[in-house]
């Protein structure tokens, strides 16, 4: 999705960081009584301050993300989440679980029981026993207190700034963003192997105790592990560094001893002879579920991108790879010699585009410029010298307004001498710029994931072939149905497939 205002992801994160530790009002050093072990772990915040820290940094989620728009499965989120929850060690927590409007592949949980699950993730579990595996893991960091004793290690290991450079913002040290950094890793990454760990086994347990078979946790890692291994391929092919996923995706493979066995040891919880797996009723609500790219966040369709919301759309280079980032757009040329980015921001006073470009965007020594006007738009186009990673560069800027925003398309060379190469790129991209038709909004529509039965004779290649998919089309739907790198389907069996 592109944002009103352009914003690294990373940096957004240390933000809603910063405001979670600014919400506690003292910390009170002392030791607490771990929820779990019933041991006494050394703490600096209370259980109150927890619980204030989540609903603070829960209204800040809900300012980054969308709540997906589906009732019945927010409440399905809800209801499982709670049943697990009324199992687990700490029951007087009032725990809420929601679907966030995300393609990534993840699910993770503030301090005080706010737990979130993305649409991105649920497309590609199979039964209920395997969500409720994910909310599972969740709901152990919570119940362990992980946040809580990981801030608190950093802060006694001298990682931690003082109490002024927490709160106040002009005491703020370089020690007190590492603390923040501590916290956001966390999120973002994981709380580390051994607390990682835990929450599997609290996972495995309170599964056992609600009734679902534990051993659906390995399941959940083998999906997610297929992820993994899937785009280790694609970022190969696309000269990029493979996507790291939160805890249980990333910290241990299926086959570790120590997972294994502390999800064995769940069993003894086993309160019926028949687990619930529930795969019929999960896949249910499955049908209709957006796949990719929302209306929210526009879509790409070949080399053209479509924005419904914001009302406009244009055409990159053919071949080019585009990228669908929150913040931004990026299409990255074949072999990565140039990119061209693109972004929008407010336009708040009344001066022309060449005047936002020397103003807002802080550009000098405009040359090779002129004014633009695709679709009958106000735009300017100019060339200014930028630092890059690869040295000073000259860029290719377009600033087009439309409506109350400034769109911002910047092209730019790794090789300094390439510019009159790709410069024809950069304009042409910029004066594909137009104004989204009723058509085009038909062509924008996201895609949505189906449920069918399988026939005799039905195979993931036939169905592949029959997808929107413009590329990997059979990996993608064996990812999503869970018979991924090989296998086949068999009659009789729900199959998910995307149009």
């Known amino acids: 999705m592109l944002s009103v205002i352009i914003m690294n992801r990373l940096a957004m994160k240390k933000i809603f960081f910063i405001s979670l530790l600014m919400v506690s009002t003292l910390l009170s050093t002392g030791?607490?009584?771990?929820?779990?072990?019933?041991?006494?772990?050394?703490?600096?915040?209370?259980?109150?301050?927890?619980?204030?820290?989540?609903?603070?940094?829960?209204?800040?989620?809900?300012?980054q993300y969308s709540l997906y728009e589906n009732?019945?499965?927010?409440?399905?989120?809800?209801?499982?989440?709670?049943?697990?929850?009324?199992?687990?060690?700490?029951?007087?927590?009032?725990?809420?679980?929601?679907?966030?409007?995300?393609?990534?592949?993840?699910?993770?949980?503030?301090?005080?029981?706010?737990?979130?699950?993305?649409?991105?993730?649920?497309?590609?579990?199979?039964?209920?026993?395997?969500?409720?595996?994910?909310?599972?893991?969740?709901?152990?960091?919570?119940?362990?207190?992980?946040?809580v004793r990981q801030a608190s290690a950093a802060q006694m290991a001298g990682i931690g700034a003082t109490i002024g450079a927490i709160f106040l913002p002009q005491m703020r040290t370089q020690a007190g963003q590492q603390m923040v950094n501590v916290l956001g890793s966390a999120l973002l990454?994981?709380?580390?192997?051994?607390?990682?760990?835990?929450?599997?086994?609290?996972?495995?347990?309170?599964?056992a105790r609600s009734g679902y078979d534990p051993q659906a946790m390995l399941d959940v890692i083998k999906v997610l592990k297929n992820q993994e291994i899937y785009d280790k391929t694609l970022a190969k092919a696309e000269g990029r560094e493979p996507r790291s996923?939160?805890?249980?995706?990333?910290?241990?493979?299926?086959?570790?001893?120590?997972?294994?066995?502390?999800?064995?040891?769940?069993?003894?919880?086993?309160?019926?002879?028949?687990?619930?797996?529930?795969?019929?009723?999960?896949?249910?609500?499955?049908?209709n579920l957006v796949i990719g790219e929302?209306?929210?966040?526009?879509?790409?369709?070949?080399?053209?991108?479509?924005?419904?919301?914001?009302?406009?759309?244009?055409?990159f280079p053919k071949g080019w790879k585009i990228q669908n980032l929150p913040d931004r757009i990026v299409a990255t040329a074949p072999g990565g010699g140039a990119i061209i980015q693109m972004g929008a921001e407010d336009i708040n006073r009344r001066i022309?585009?060449?005047?936002?470009?020397?103003?807002?965007?802080?550009?000098?020594?405009?040359?090779?410029?002129?004014r633009i006007n695709p679709d009958g738009l106000d735009g300017h186009s100019a060339?200014?010298?930028?630092?890059?990673?690869?040295?000073?560069?000259?860029?290719?800027?377009?600033?087009?307004?439309?409506?109350?925003?400034?769109?911002?398309?910047?092209?730019?060379?790794?090789?300094?001498?390439?510019?009159?190469?790709?410069?024809?790129?950069?304009?042409?991209?910029?004066?594909?710029?137009?104004?989204?038709?009723?058509?085009?909004?038909?062509?924008?529509?996201?895609?949505?994931?189906?449920?069918?039965k399988a026939k005799p004779g039905m195979t993931i290649a036939k169905l592949a072939r029959q997808t929107p998919f413009t590329d990997h089309a059979e990996e993608r739907l064996r990812l999503l149905n869970g018979i991924f790198p090989k296998g086949e389907i068999k009659p009789g069996q729900m199959v998910k497939i995307v149009k």
């Open 31 to 63: 030791c607490a009584t771990n929820p779990v072990t019933g041991g006494k772990d050394f703490v600096t915040i209370s259980e109150d301050q927890e619980i204030e820290m989540g609903r603070k940094g829960n209204a800040q989620v809900l300012q």
């Open 71 to 147: 009732k019945e499965l927010q409440d399905y989120v809800q209801r499982v989440g709670r049943k697990l929850a009324a199992k687990s060690h700490r029951p007087g927590l009032i725990y809420r679980f929601h679907v966030l409007d995300s393609t990534e592949i993840n699910a993770f949980a503030l301090p005080g029981g706010y737990i979130y699950i993305t649409r991105g993730l649920m497309a590609y579990l199979n039964s209920e026993a395997e969500f409720a595996a994910v909310l599972g893991h969740e709901i152990g960091h919570v119940t362990a207190r992980h946040s």
């Open 189 to 207: 990454s994981g709380y580390g192997r051994d607390h990682e760990l835990e929450a599997d086994r609290l996972g495995a347990e309170y599964l």
């Open 245 to 287: 996923y939160h805890g249980v995706f990333a910290t241990h493979p299926d086959n570790d001893t120590r997972l294994q066995q502390v999800i064995a040891a769940a069993s003894k919880y086993i309160a019926t002879g028949k687990e619930i797996r529930n795969r019929n009723e999960y896949l249910a609500l499955m049908e």
């Open 294 to 315: 929302s209306a929210k966040e526009g879509v790409t369709r070949g080399n053209s991108f479509y924005h419904s919301d914001m009302g406009f759309a244009l055409t």
């Open 352 to 370: 022309s585009p060449r005047e936002f470009m020397k103003t807002r965007l802080g550009l000098k020594k405009l040359k090779a410029e002129g």
């Open 383 to 452: 060339v200014a010298p930028i630092k890059t990673s690869f040295g000073i560069r000259d860029a290719r800027f377009n600033v087009i307004y439309l409506d109350d925003r400034a769109f911002i398309l910047a092209g730019v060379v790794k090789d300094k001498n390439q510019i009159p190469v790709y410069d024809k790129e950069f304009l042409k991209t910029a004066k594909s710029f137009h104004r989204i038709t009723q058509k085009e909004r038909e062509i924008a529509k996201p895609l949505r994931m189906h449920l069918i």
